[in-house]
């Protein structure tokens, strides 16, 4: 059979942007003489629509755009569209169905239901949906074909856990399904396509039948989905592969003809994590209304390779950065700032905070009397900046991108209403050792990043002489210390059995517990860790749990 993948990038909420990209690829796909045309879980609506099920006129409007986008395939073409959908629960239960449509001229819509509903992570599934109590082979072609939902053709070996009773695969294999034809909607982190890969092909040899597997690309809210759709042989041999991070669409023969010797080709780790931030960075502000954005630049490694990031997102056009010195600035943070926006094409103003850092000091002096200067006056300077940067935005219609980075996050090293101010916290999930590593590729090539940002030791510079290290444990201790905590929940006692001193082990604990009420007022940040601070992490701020 020739399977068409669709691999597009909808948005929530726009059934009728969405049908007209899936009918674009539709009709490219039809005259490259493809039998079916496959696209992603939840195509239609967009995934994830959380609550928006609920609006009184969400899922029907879905359910109308589906029989209008019937009605477009049926004028078209006898080649069926699978998509998917939301549908309505007739039964007992929760009121809807995560599904799939089989679309086709000269007949009624074919319905087919996800079974597995993921309820961990960031998925929320079983609060909306009612799982599937059985599924049947679907005739495509001529060929009993299996249409499962993304869960649906996972394995328990790849999950969190066993996690289900249930193996839709197995149950279709066992009723004479001789293709497998999943729609996906997986979200991107670090290294999932190895998962990816060799999940299907163990499934495809276990089950010995060949498998389509077409996922959405894009960005939505603060998740991206990274494409990769694939195909393996029911050896489990890889067929084909569709790019990553970029919408595309493409024709793959199953089983195929001849002998197979396709690799995929994977991009390195750096490169998939910058094109990840890049497109969630782009789809983020383009699904909000937005075209431009600006933020400051601090001469230091996390606003650089967030203004690098957001100049590949949407043009350095349309980018605004902004130097806000104080007298604890050091001279490169100026001077790197500006090198920086000269090799991206970004322009860069300096807006000194030093007059009204002064004013608010002499302003609080009566109250502070007898009081020392500690935190607070250093906490005034993020503060001030980030007015400064706001009022930008307001008046200048740009979304401010703050800079923080998830090592800053986890332990509270950063200021609210300050330096946590924005609309979309690009780099929150990426470590700053991984920070280091994705700027020394980006300069791979050539200096984009000056050479002095990269070797000068990271300080936010509000007291004299301050380095991070004053108050943090290294990165390079710190950061493994919080992926074992936050990422594969080990306590401090399994963490400093690692090989960690305890006492620095509690003391990043602490931290990560007590900075919980900052991250409850942060800003939505982009997930490219199989962890992250936002969607996905659900913690009490008023508790009294250490470990």
């Known amino acids: ?35 079916v045309v ?34 477009e395939v049926a004028a078209i073409s006898d080649v069926p569209l699978i998509v998917g959908y939301v549908d309505i629960n007739a ?7 995560n599904a799939a449509a089989v679309l086709q001229r000269g007949a009624p819509v074919r319905k087919i239901f996800k079974t597995l509903l993921p309820t961990y992570d960031v998925f929320d599934e079983a609060r909306y949906f009612e799982p599937a109590e059985k599924n049947a082979p679907v005739e495509i072609a001529g060929i009993p074909c299996g249409v499962t939902i993304c869960e649906d053709i996972w394995s328990r ?27 996906s909607a997986s979200p991107f982190e670090i290294g999932k396509h190895f998962r990816r890969h060799a999940m299907l092909s163990a499934r495809a040899r276990e089950h010995r039948v060949p498998i389509a597997y077409c996922n959405a690309v894009g960005g939505n809210d603060q998740l991206v989905f990274d494409g990769n759709s694939f195909a393996v042989d029911a050896d489990g041999t890889h067929v084909a ?88 600035s050091s001279g490169g943070s100026v001077t790197d700032s500006i090198q920086l926006a000269k090799a991206l094409g970004i322009r860069c103003l300096t807006i000194p905070i030093e007059k009204p850092f002064a004013v ?31 009022a930008l935005s307001n008046k200048l219609g740009h979304l401010l991108l703050t800079t923080g980075n998830k090592s800053e996050i986890a332990v509270g090293y950063c200021t609210l209403y300050g330096d946590m101010c924005g609309g979309l916290a690009v780099i929150s999930d990426v470590p700053k050792t991984m920070i280091y590593r994705l700027a020394r590729w980006l300069n791979r090539d050539h200096a984009i990043i000056p050479r002095t940002t990269l070797e000068k030791a990271p300080s936010a510079e509000l007291r004299p002489n301050q380095r991070d290290q004053d108050t943090l444990p290294p990165y390079d201790i710190l950061d493994p210390i919080l992926e074992a905590l936050v990422e594969d929940h080990l306590s401090p006692e399994e963490i400093a059995a690692r090989g960690f001193d305890p006492a620095t082990v509690a003391w990043v604990a602490r931290r990560v517990a007590q900075n919980e009420y900052k991250r409850a007022q942060s800003v ?13 992490r659900k913690m009490p701020v008023a508790q009294r749990y250490i470990e």
């Open 360 to 390: 608010f000091k002499e302003l609080l002096a009566p109250f502070f009397e007898g009081r020392p200067e500690d935190v607070t006056e250093e906490n005034m300077q993020p503060r001030l900046r980030g007015m400064v940067l706001m």
């Open 1 to 35: 059979m020739r399977i068409g993948f669709a691999q597009i990038n909808p948005t929530v909420g726009d059934f009728a942007g969405n049908a007209a990209m899936m009918l674009a690829e539709y009709r490219a796909l039809v005259t490259q003489g493809t039998d």
């Open 524 to 536: 939505p940040g982009l997930k490219v860790t199989g962890k992250a601070f936002g969607t996905g």
């Open 241 to 328: 592969h569709l790019a990553a991070f970029t919408a595309q669409s493409a024709v793959i023969e199953l089983p195929p003809r001849g002998p197979q010797s396709a690799t995929p080709v994977f991009q390195c780790e750096e490169e998939e994590l910058f094109s990840a931030l890049v497109l969630g960075t782009r789809d983020y502000l383009r699904k909000c209304g937005f075209k431009s954005a600006v933020l400051g630049l601090s001469g230091g490694i996390d606003s650089a390779v967030t203004a690098v990031i957001a100049a590949h997102a949407l043009g350095p056009e349309n980018v605004l950065g902004v130097t806000m010195p104080t007298h604890f």
């Open 157 to 183: 070996e790849y999950l969190p856990r066993a996690l289900y009773a249930r193996d839709p695969m197995l149950d279709l294999t066992r009723s004479g399904a001789k293709l497998i034809l999943n729609l």
């Open 38 to 71: 496959l696209a992603p879980e939840f195509a239609l609506p967009g995934y994830p629509p959380q609550d928006l099920v609920f609006k009184s006129q969400f899922v029907p409007r879905n359910l109308t755009a589906l029989d209008a986008l019937h009605a």
């Open 91 to 97: 039964g007992p239960g929760r009121p809807f169905r």
